[in-house]
């Protein structure tokens, strides 16, 4: 009987203290002073500029058969 008794004082006292436990993390971590000294804006002008490149050479490829297909047919 008291095994029994020990059992759910422990289930109890363990549901407890998992609930009161929750809300702290919840939140979770703060990071706002590892991310504010970094500048993001370097970053974003390389992929633009890195997507643009490529957007050229897709353009370039495109008016070079384009141009070959004109050549072979006349």
């Given at each position: 009987?008291?095994?029994s008794?020990?059992?759910r004082v422990i289930m109890v006292?363990?549901?407890i203290?998992?609930?009161?436990?929750i809300p702290s993390m919840a939140a979770g971590p703060d990071f706002t002073s590892l991310?504010?000294?970094v500048d993001f804006s370097n970053v974003q002008?390389?992929?633009?500029?890195?997507?643009s490149l490529v957007a050229g050479v897709y353009v370039l490829?495109?008016?070079?058969k384009k141009?070959?297909?004109?050549?072979?047919?006349a």
């Open positions: 009987m008291s095994k008794i020990s059992s006292s363990a549901f203290l998992s609930a009161v436990s991310t504010d000294a002008v390389a992929i633009l500029a890195i997507a490829i495109s008016g070079v141009v070959l297909g004109a050549i072979k047919s």
